[in-house]
């Protein structure tokens, strides 16, 4: 199914490179809070909901940046 795909875009003339740099210019124009979206949707669509919010805390650390002066 991949090479139909590939074989499809490559008589039409799109690169690996367009494909990519139009998702980039695609997820630069949404908001973070669009993105955080997306994000959790595809994680729903490949773990299922979870009701128990827990699991994704487990993973989460804040890092603060250091200032230069």
Same mark, same amino acid.
């Given at each position: 199914?991949?090479?139909?795909?590939?074989? &499809?875009?490559?008589?039409?003339?799109?690169?690996?490179?367009? #494909?990519? %740099?139009?998702? /980039?210019?695609?997820?630069? *124009? &949404?908001?973070?809070?669009?993105?955080?979206?997306?994000?959790? #949707?595809? %994680?729903?669509? /490949?773990?299922?909901?979870? *009701?128990?919010?827990?699991?994704?805390?487990?993973?989460?650390?804040?890092?603060?940046?250091?200032?230069?002066?």
């Amino acid at each position: 199914m991949h090479q139909e795909l590939i074989a &499809k875009l490559a008589a039409r003339g799109i690169t690996l490179d367009d #494909l990519k %740099r139009t998702d /980039k210019d695609f997820w630069h *124009s &949404k908001t973070p809070e669009e993105r955080l979206l997306a994000a959790e #949707l595809m %994680r729903r669509i /490949k773990y299922g909901y979870v *009701s128990n919010k827990l699991c994704m805390m487990r993973v989460l650390e804040v890092v603060t940046q250091a200032q230069d002066d």
